[in-house]
C-alpha cells in the first residue's frame, strides 16, 4: 500500500472543517469514534507499514504524532459540544492543543515524505 503524503495531509487539515461545521450546525462528531488513531487511511497505512518501518525515526515521530492528533480531537469534539459556539469556535485556533496536534501530524507527514525521497 503506498501513502500518498499530499492526500493524507489534505485529509488530516480537513478535520478542522469538519469539526468547525459540526460546531456551527450543530451537529454531533462521535468523539469515541474519532479517538482511535487506526481507522483512517493514514492510521491503516501506519499499521501496514510498522513492521518494516518501526525502526524509522520519522516514522516513529509520525506514529507518535498522529496518536496524539486523534486523541486530542477528540478532546476538543467532546469538549466543544457543552460550550457556546465561540468558545467551542475559539478550540480550534492556533495555539489551542488542537491546532498544536493538527500541525505537529502534518509535520510528522511531511519529515516522512521528505526521508522516503530521500531513500528513492
Not at 483512517?40 to 499499521?47: A, T
Not at 510498522?50 to 486523541?71: D, I, K, T, Y
Request: a neutral charge; aromatic letters at 6%; hydrophobic letters at 45%.
Amino acid at each position: 500500500m503506498q501513502l500518498d503524503f499530499d492526500a493524507m495531509i489534505t485529509a488530516h487539515r480537513k478535520w478542522k472543517d469538519r469539526i468547525r461545521e459540526s460546531i456551527v450546525t450543530g451537529t454531533t462528531i462521535d468523539w469515541q469514534t474519532v479517538a482511535p488513531d487506526d481507522r483512517c487511511d493514514l492510521g491503516k497505512w501506519i499499521r501496514a507499514h510498522q513492521a518494516v518501518l518501526g525502526a524509522n525515526p520519522e516514522f516513529q515521530f509520525l506514529m507518535e504524532q498522529h496518536r496524539r492528533f486523534h486523541l486530542v480531537a477528540a478532546d476538543t469534539i467532546k469538549a466543544a459540544a457543552g460550550l457556546p459556539q465561540d468558545k467551542a469556535l475559539a478550540m480550534l485556533e492556533i495555539g489551542t492543543p488542537y491546532n498544536t496536534a493538527s500541525a505537529a501530524c502534518v509535520s510528522a507527514i511531511v519529515a516522512l515524505r521528505r526521508k522516503v525521497a530521500a531513500e528513492v
